[in-house]
């Protein structure tokens, strides 16, 4: 495959009150963003264990990313800061493993921000692009 038509795949885990809602939202109003991405409805952010983000890049994920509500407007009242702080440290252990920080996005995105979330996916999208396919940490078996 060239870097010209390689297309990432993206695993979204989406906050239900908020981000998956704005996700929603956004298919509903017809938005188009790119349809590699695989949205996994989650009940908070902070539900977003890093075993799960690590066995997404294994399964072939090129960049994995977790939105949740904005800070401040979290459902739980405090998932979202615990997120935020249990991300940082995963950027760093991200970076460890020889993968960019940058396929690791964390974002903050309300219910009604459809258009952000439209243009969040799409820029990811685009930075997965430059950085080309993710096969560090690929686990081999899951390979077809």
């Not at 991405?37 to 799960?52: A, F, G, K, T, Y």
């Not at 960049?63 to 935020?84: E, I, Q």
Request: with cysteine.
């Amino acid at each position: 495959m060239t870097q010209q038509n390689f297309e990432p795949k993206i695993v979204a885990f989406c906050c239900n009150w908020c981000s998956y809602a704005g996700a929603d939202l956004a298919g509903t109003g017809r938005l188009k963003y790119s349809d590699n991405i695989r949205i996994i409805r989650v009940p908070c952010s902070s539900r977003v264990e890093v075993p799960l983000i690590m066995r997404a890049f294994q399964n072939g994920a090129d960049g994995v990313m977790v939105a949740g509500c904005h800070p401040g407007d979290c459902h739980y009242n405090t998932g979202n800061y615990h997120t935020r702080r249990r991300m940082i440290l995963l950027q760093n252990l991200v970076d460890f493993l020889g993968l960019s920080s940058e396929r690791l996005l964390v974002k903050w995105i309300s219910g009604n921000e459809a258009a952000k979330f439209k243009d969040t996916v799409d820029n990811f999208n685009e930075t997965l692009k430059k950085l080309g396919p993710a096969d560090k940490v690929r686990d081999l078996r899951c390979e077809k």
